[in-house]
């Protein structure tokens, strides 16, 4: 299985203010995701980050608001942008682990937007 | 589109009751099946899985029997214990596609 560490594991922020979350992978990986997790909902599938590529954004996530960058295979970073208050979630990294259809989950980083 | 049914919660138990927390799902093959914990203030952890019909996957005393016939992935533990108070996930996913969870049941135990 793979070790993911997120950083921060969790912050206060203000409405309008941005926040950067990293995620860092023990080992390298083709495909990174970034999932939110709602208070008390299940997970959504926020984008899937490619090394090499612009990140590809699922149905009612845009780049504008959700800035991703790859910059190796261990590395990713997901930026929230302008943040409002119904931005206030978990944002958890995920990576395939040695079999392909084997997701790990980072620690997750918790975000109170006031 | 494929998609996860799980049994809603919350489900409060006393310690060493059995526990089962139902899971259907829906898709047009057969998928890779998995349930997922979340601890308290943490990030999800992989319980266990199964990759086809009639696959168990077993993991700290936790159990789940890949059903083709009912498209079900049922967990169950006969003997439930405090610290195993936590949100649970079943989900499923086909090849490198990905992951489709369920909304998740909160379960408590009570000393």
Same mark, same amino acid.
């Given at each position: ?10 912050? /206060?922020?203000? *409405?309008?203010?941005? #926040?950067?979350?990293?995620?860092? !992978? ?5 495909? +990174?995701?970034? @999932? ?15 090394? %090499? ?6 149905? %009612?996530?845009?780049?504008?608001? $959700?800035? /991703?960058? *790859?910059?190796?295979?261990? $590395?990713?970073? #997901?930026? !929230?942008?302008? +943040? ?7 944002? #958890?990294?995920?990576?395939? %682990? ?5 997701? @790990?989950?980072?620690? %997750?980083? *918790? #975000?109170? !937007?006031? | ?58 993991? =700290? ?6 059903? =083709? ?43």
């Amino acid at each position: 299985s793979a070790v993911i560490s997120q950083k921060p594991s969790r912050d /206060i922020c203000q *409405r309008g203010t941005s #926040l950067t979350i990293q995620c860092q !992978v023990d080992s390298q990986v083709t495909m +990174m995701f970034w @999932y939110r997790q709602q208070p008390g909902q299940s997970l959504t599938l926020i984008a899937t980050a490619n090394q %090499g590529s612009e990140a590809t954004y699922e149905s %009612g996530f845009v780049i504008d608001k $959700f800035p /991703i960058s *790859r910059p190796n295979l261990t $590395f990713s970073t #997901l930026t !929230v942008s302008n +943040m409002s208050p119904e931005d206030s979630s978990i944002y #958890l990294c995920s990576v395939y %682990g040695d079999n392909s259809y084997e997701q @790990y989950f980072g620690p %997750g980083t *918790r #975000l109170t !937007v006031t | 589109g494929d998609s996860v049914t799980q049994m809603e919660g919350p489900v409060t138990l006393s310690e060493e009751a059995f526990l089962t927390i139902n899971c259907t799902y829906t898709a047009t093959g057969y998928p890779s099946l998995f349930w997922y914990v979340q601890y308290p203030g943490e990030g999800l952890q992989l319980l266990l899985k199964a990759t086809k019909a009639d696959d168990k996957g077993s993991n =700290k005393g936790f159990e789940a029997t890949y059903r =083709k016939e009912t498209t079900s992935f049922h967990l169950e533990k006969g003997s439930v214990q405090v610290s195993d108070s936590a949100v649970y996930f079943c989900a499923l996913i086909f090849g490198n596609e990905k992951l489709t969870f369920g909304t998740g049941t909160r379960l408590t135990i009570i000393p």
